[in-house]
């Protein structure tokens, strides 16, 4: 008899709470397409305005609730008459990952505190990025590139993308693709002349693909060193070089010329007490103790 009244007043008790749900994508989703979460419970009595969205934080591997100031970038959670709903209006890398709905009523289970999980991913492909070796990636190269006869160039292209891009390059007017990220080009001729052409794909989504392409000129072997894009980078960095040592050497000869006003214009101290004699009915003699009885030479 106890048994069954026990059994009967947990199953009241779990009874009377109703299973938290959330709703969202079940497929992975393009970078910049709109997403929208639920939360809702099984009965549509129960009170939603108790439930806010949480998200898990893999560097701090905990569950950060999601609000306006946490999640800046996107819209506060907008609350409606049966559910709860979070628009991501443009998700990108930093928004994938699993989202639960938390309710904040008290003496409730763990089970019926949360909802499970969801998961989803975004899959995204950054811009190409077109560096040339022996170059800091921070300049990148140009859309027109000038190389002396015999010159080396080796080219690399990247892009940060959710899934490890494939790359090839290719020429126009030549039926060559190189499968690879790095294109190296020894000795140059004119007949390497052209231009080049790097594609990044999305191994898992076709339509994410980059491409970027680039103009090579080989100069004839009387051009002067400055006309080729090296001989040019260098004029830049040496003209900025010489700008900022004149920059700093005009603010040294201010500083020092404005130290050397402001100590001149100061003047002597003016003592007036050294300019008057002091007499013996002066105001300004100083009253003595003692007697002197050694002449003044």
């Given at each position: ?86 628009t991501l ?50 300049l990148g ?22 899934e490890e ?133």
């Amino acid at each position: 008899m106890n048994v069954l009244l026990v059994t009967a007043v947990v199953a009241l008790i779990h009874g009377s709470y109703a299973t938290l749900l959330i709703k969202g994508p079940t497929k992975p989703v393009l970078e910049g397409e709109s997403v929208t979460l639920e939360c809702l419970y099984s009965d549509s009595e129960a009170n939603i305005s108790q439930v806010h969205f949480e998200k898990f934080a893999e560097y701090m591997q905990k569950w950060l609730p999601v609000r306006e100031r946490f999640w800046c970038f996107n819209p506060k959670p907008v609350m409606q008459s049966d559910r709860l709903t979070l628009t991501l209006p443009h998700p990108g890398r930093f928004n994938e990952g699993s989202y639960r709905c938390v309710s904040n009523t008290e003496n409730v289970t763990e089970q019926e505190r949360s909802s499970e999980p969801l998961t989803f991913k975004v899959y995204y492909m950054g811009e190409l990025l077109l560096t040339r070796a022996g170059f800091t990636s921070y300049l990148g190269v140009s859309t027109q590139l000038k190389v002396r006869l015999g010159d080396e160039v080796v080219l690399k292209c990247s892009a940060g993308s959710s899934e490890e891009p494939t790359y090839y390059w290719s020429k126009d007017g030549d039926d060559w693709i190189l499968p690879s990220s790095t294109l190296t080009l020894r000795k140059m001729t004119a007949a390497d002349e052209g231009q080049y052409t790097c594609v990044a794909e999305h191994p898992s989504v076709e339509t994410l693909s980059k491409k970027r392409t680039i103009s090579i000129t080989v100069l004839p072997e009387d051009a002067r060193w400055y006309e080729s894009s090296d001989g040019q980078l260098i004029l830049m960095i040496s003209a900025a070089a010489v700008a900022l040592l004149v920059f700093l050497l005009s603010m040294s000869v201010f500083l020092c010329r404005r130290a050397k006003q402001a100590k001149t214009s100061k003047g002597p101290i003016d003592d007036r007490s050294q300019k008057k004699p002091i007499y013996k009915t002066s105001v300004e003699s100083l009253p003595s103790t003692c007697a002197d009885k050694q002449p003044l030479v």
